[in-house]
């Protein structure tokens, strides 16, 4: 295997992405909310409880309002960070190697060697790979930046050094190089 090099701006669009498969779990939760908001409006209409359907409008748009909340704000307090810190979008490369990755961040012009063990979960989306390597610190990969040979060679050695892909991204991922 030679080394894959690759890149990815933390532009709204890819940190919303990866923010949004982060929240899931609460989106979901929020959906199911919404639903039961819905059904107290029924409830509400069918002993013609004003109270009840007033609370249950209430309940579903603010179950809906809130849905994508946090992953908006967590993009935005990193955007804001990005933007104090470097007066742009940050913008990282990485190299990956058969024993560790490099990341480099191109403004800083910091690098970080980073062994494959200090990953703990892998994503990924339709346009990205997320290397999530704490609760705070995740580098993004750019899959629109590498032809399709790469993005399956990269995927290919992301599973076996970090095997930490969940079992809807495993069988989303087999699905999409099946094809």
Request: proline fraction near 1%; aromatic fraction near 10%; include cysteine.
């Amino acid at each position: 295997m030679t080394k894959i090099q690759v890149g990815c701006v933390y532009s709204k669009a890819n940190l919303m992405e990866l923010q949004m498969e982060l929240h899931q779990k609460t989106r979901r939760n929020c959906l199911w909310l919404s639903l039961l908001g819905v059904a107290m409006v029924a409830v509400g209409v069918w002993q013609s409880a004003g109270s009840m359907m007033f609370f249950g409008v209430f309940w579903t748009v603010f179950f809906l309002i809130f849905r994508n909340h946090p992953a908006r704000r967590a993009v935005r307090q990193i955007r804001k960070h990005n933007k104090k810190a470097y007066g742009c979008d940050a913008r990282t490369e990485l190299t990956f190697y058969v024993s560790w990755i490099t990341a480099k961040n191109v403004q800083s012009e910091k690098e970080r060697r980073i062994r494959y063990e200090e990953i703990s979960r892998v994503i990924q989306t339709e346009h990205l790979y997320a290397l999530i390597l704490s609760d705070r610190v995740a580098l993004l990969a750019d899959r629109r930046e590498l032809d399709e040979e790469q993005d399956l060679e990269l995927f290919s050695l992301l599973r076996e050094k970090c095997g930490a892909y969940s079992a809807d991204e495993k069988d989303a991922s087999t699905e999409d190089s099946a094809d």
